[in-house]
Nanobody, 115 residues
């Protein structure tokens, strides 16, 4: 059974830091991309950052220079280091893992940035 277990969400003050982690297990196919998406109340889910198996990262413009995505292929984990957090970063953050042919999502972890 495939499981994506996220951790690290919580409450942080503006300007502070938070680190999210996601561990994937039970996936039979080769993992191609791993990433983080987020969904704020009343808004659509949006891409935050993705990273390929060779370490190529892609970021949303809104988080460039503040967030860093990383992955450990041996452990099937992906992390998101969030620095200089802003109130507009408040959302539920979802881990996403893509293989050929399936895409898997985590259950989401709440991140709240207070002003």
């Amino acid at each position: 059974q495939v499981q994506l277990v996220e951790s690290g969400g919580g409450l942080v003050q503006a300007g502070g830091s938070l680190r999210l982690s996601c561990v994937a297990s039970g996936i039979r196919f080769r993992i191609v991309n791993m990433g983080w998406y987020r969904q704020a109340p009343g808004k659509q889910r949006e891409l935050v950052a993705t990273i390929t198996s060779d370490g190529t990262a892609n970021y949303a413009d809104s988080v460039k220079g503040r967030f860093t995505i990383s992955r450990d292929n041996a452990k099937n984990t992906v992390s998101l280091q969030m620095n200089s957090a802003k109130p507009e970063d408040t959302a539920v953050y979802y881990c996403r893992v893509s293989t050929a042919p399936y895409i898997y999502w985590g259950q989401g972890t709440q991140v709240t940035v207070s002003s």
